[in-house]
């Protein structure tokens, strides 16, 4: 199975910063790289799929690179409704892994 | 807003069965591919099931796999998730998940959630 690893596990940060967290796959995955937000009480919402493709409805301060085993999340500057948890997953090949997440708070 | 809802969820004893149900009103389902997710409360989220759209390919995590099958009724507009051998470890909420119409795999729309308690 492919292991997805994000850091940092957790990240504090202020309104109007730019963050960045990252996500790393232990073999190739091309791009097959998806970001989700989830916060406390909620199911996880889709931001953006195949490593930057923006999911529709979701504001454009997010943003994601990478290719191969190594990737990033970006919040170029960070609104109230963004202090959340963000998982990668892959979905190159099934078992279609999660990282375990990174909790960004205040 | 179209909105998928689980049910099925509840106590059982380690050993025993629960089937999960998944359904959507205003969307018909026969034409995504679907999953099931899991997550312990407070902890990550972990992939379970994907089933193709006629219902004939099928995918488990290594944990679940032998014990759980996942299945679809598309007349019902329903899919499904049989879990025997229940263990500890299976108590978390199950979400039912809807894949994107095309393109890569990707989890785009999710259920609110049903939750499994395993305990004797």
């Known amino acids: 199975d492919i292991q997805m690893t994000q850091s940092p596990s957790s990240l504090s940060a202020s309104v109007g910063d730019r963050v960045t967290m990252t996500c790393r796959a232990s073999q190739y995955i091309s791009t097959y790289l998806n970001w989700y937000q989830q916060k406390p009480g909620k199911a996880p919402r889709l931001l953006i799929h195949t490593t930057s493709s923006l999911q529709s409805g979701v504001p454009s301060r997010f943003s994601g690179s990478g290719s191969g085993t190594d990737f990033t999340l970006t919040i170029s500057s960070l609104q109230p409704e963004d202090f959340a948890t963000y998982y990668c997953q892959q979905s190159y090949h099934t078992p279609y892994t999660f990282g375990q997440g990174t909790n960004l708070e205040i | 807003e179209v909105q998928l809802v689980e049910s099925g969820g509840g106590l059982v004893q380690p050993g025993g069965s629960l089937r999960l149900s998944c359904t959507a009103s205003?969307?018909?389902?026969?034409?995504?591919?679907m999953h099931w997710v899991r997550q312990v409360p407070g902890k990550g989220l972990v992939w379970v099931s994907r089933?193709?759209?006629?219902?004939?390919?099928?995918a488990y995590a290594d944990s679940v796999k032998d014990r759980f099958t996942i299945s679809r009724d598309n007349p019902k507009n329903t899919v499904y998730l049989q879990m025997n051998s229940l263990e500890a470890d299976d108590t978390a909420i199950y979400y039912c998940v809807r894949d994107s119409p095309v393109g890569a795999t990707r989890l785009e729309s999710w259920g609110q959630g049903t939750l499994v308690s395993v305990s004797s």
């Open positions: 205003g969307l018909t389902l026969s034409t995504y591919w």
């Open positions: 089933i193709s759209p006629d219902g004939s390919r099928t």
